[in-house]
């Protein structure tokens, strides 16, 4: 029997709703685990690539109950394409972004599956800031998308760049971070990429 079709049964889903009523199909991962511990290194994909052209040299990752950051030294370009975005507004934004802009493929296959929008659209509410060229850039988003953009000139004799995310608790359910499960994570990095310094502040209580 051919199953009948209507113009309002077919609903063409924008990503991030697409990835709000399915958390469970993209973050396979943390859904096996039943934890969150693996979300902090999937918003490292720009870190690890700048890494393998031997500019990222220290990453820290602070994980608090609900939320976690991570701040390393490199920037993100802050220059604008034809859309008039920047790079860290793409990678913040465009599902599949982190993929297309990487120069390593190995990071994609190894370190980044999810994409930082990925995560950005499952996410309460995040934070980018990122200083690049005697620039920085503050971007706020809530449910994936940006509620605030300033770049301002920012003299500086280091670039950096700051991510904070709070995970969307309806999304995730009763999934949690662990002490444990974090810096297991962290200590595989480390053997794995041995020129970097990878720092976990807990403030898990």
Excluded at 28 to 50: I, M
Excluded at 92 to 104: R, V
Excluded at 186 to 194: F, G, M, P, S, Y
């Amino acid at each position: 029997m051919k199953r009948k079709y209507t113009e309002d049964s077919i609903q063409a889903l924008e990503a991030g709703e697409h990835i709000r009523m399915r958390p469970k199909m993209y973050f396979e991962k943390c859904f096996s685990e039943n934890l969150l511990d693996s979300l902090p290194f999937e918003v490292l994909c720009h870190a690890f690539d700048e890494y393998f052209d031997g500019n990222c040299k220290e990453i820290k990752l602070t994980v608090w109950e609900k939320s976690f950051s991570i701040i390393y030294n490199v920037g993100i370009p802050l220059s604008t394409t034809i859309e008039k975005l920047t790079k860290a507004e793409i990678i913040m934004t465009k599902i599949g972004a982190c993929s297309n802009l990487k120069k390593h493929l190995t990071v994609g296959q190894e370190f980044c599956s999810l994409g930082m929008a990925t995560i950005n659209f499952a996410s309460e509410n995040c934070k980018l800031t990122t200083v690049w060229n005697d620039q920085k850039g503050t971007f706020e988003f809530k449910d994936g998308e940006t509620i605030s953009r300033n770049i301002e000139q920012f003299k500086s004799e280091a670039s950096w760049t700051e991510i904070y995310v709070h995970p969307n608790k309806l999304l995730f359910e009763t999934l949690h971070f662990t002490s444990k499960g974090i810096e297991e994570k962290a200590t595989e990095i480390r053997k794995r990429l041995k020129n970097l310094s990878f720092i976990v502040e807990n403030k898990i209580s």
